[in-house]
């Protein structure tokens, strides 16, 4: 078997149910054990709960998994030594029979695989600060050039060279939508300052481009930036001295490549007293009830044609 997808996800896409596509890196990666499996059945039962079916992808033994079962879940939350899979590990993870979390470029991909338009994820990587000189971008965005997949964010993650990243996703013609905003979002704060393309005012928008874009054979993601929510954002004043403070850290100890973004937001929960996380854990919860929406409405409009 080269993809296992869930008999749940089989049926629903089937059935013309709106799925809706988990990354796993969130799991493994992105906070301690027991935290990172309840944060991970918390977004599932908000994505049900709004008449979609979550699909959690990850890969164990070297089979990926699109829609992981909650004992499979709980297995990822507990084991160690999981390796973050890109684009580039995919073949490697398979052949070698090993774990794998599947970050925002390999969701895509197997995501696009089984059918399924929407993604919900916390923020994309991009163009890392001084990429002129590193040539560090993350391959997030070669995915969204190419993977047809729409793709629900809080917007590029704060530690990146944002205005860059918006140049790197026009210039390979990835539109760039705000959800009830015209900036785009700065992960843990509310606004960027930088102009999306295009404000949404609500999903029925949203579910449109996707579907013209569709219609029109144009190959590539979509990508909806939906801010945090003003309650449990952090500001810009405040966020912006730890990353400076962690990003110089980071160049004092050498620390480069696929190990910068790990570093990066750990250095930044640990000198926040944790408030970091909250508002990553509070950002994912908003984006997989927005991410819902748009998968139901898409779908509608889907239906209406069939």
């Not at 309840?38 to 979609?52: P, Y």
């Not at 004043?237 to 480069?256: G, M, P, R, T, V």
Request: aromatic share 6%; charged share 25%.
């Amino acid at each position: 078997m080269l993809v296992k997808v869930s008999e749940k996800v089989k049926r629903a896409i089937e059935n013309h149910i709106p799925v809706v596509a988990l990354e796993s890196t969130i799991i493994s990666h992105g906070m301690p054990y027991p935290q990172n499996v309840e944060t991970a059945l918390n977004v599932e039962k908000i994505i049900e709960s709004q008449g979609c079916v979550p699909a959690t992808i990850g890969i164990i033994d070297g089979v990926p998994i699109v829609g992981m079962s909650e004992d499979e879940i709980e297995q990822f939350g507990k084991k160690e030594g999981i390796l973050k899979t890109s684009r580039r590990d995919l073949p490697v993870i398979m052949a070698k029979k090993l774990w794998g979390a599947t970050t925002v470029t390999a969701t895509m991909i197997l995501a696009a695989y089984a059918g399924i338009e929407v993604f919900v994820t916390g923020g994309i990587g991009g163009v890392h600060r001084n990429a002129q000189e590193t040539f560090d971008i993350s391959a997030d965005l070669q995915e969204l050039a190419h993977t047809n997949v729409t793709v629900i964010c809080a917007g590029a993650k704060a530690i990146l060279d944002l205005p860059m990243t918006l140049e790197y996703l026009e210039t390979f013609g990835v539109p760039v939508l705000g959800y009830k905003s015209n900036h785009l979002g700065a992960f843990y704060s509310r606004d960027s300052g930088l102009n999306v393309d295009y404000e949404m005012k609500d999903v029925l928008e949203i579910a449109k481009v996707i579907d013209y874009k569709r219609k029109m054979h144009l190959d590539g993601g979509i990508l909806v930036s939906n801010p945090i929510l003003k309650e449990d954002e952090i500001p810009n004043h405040f966020i912006n001295k730890y990353i400076d403070d962690a990003l110089n850290d980071a160049d004092k100890e050498h620390i480069k490549g696929k190990d910068i973004t790990p570093y990066l937001l750990k250095h930044i929960k640990e000198h926040t007293n944790g408030k970091s996380l909250e508002a990553n854990i509070k950002l994912v919860y908003n984006n997989a009830l927005v991410g819902s929406l748009i998968a139901k409405a898409y779908e509608k409009i889907r239906n209406q044609k069939n």
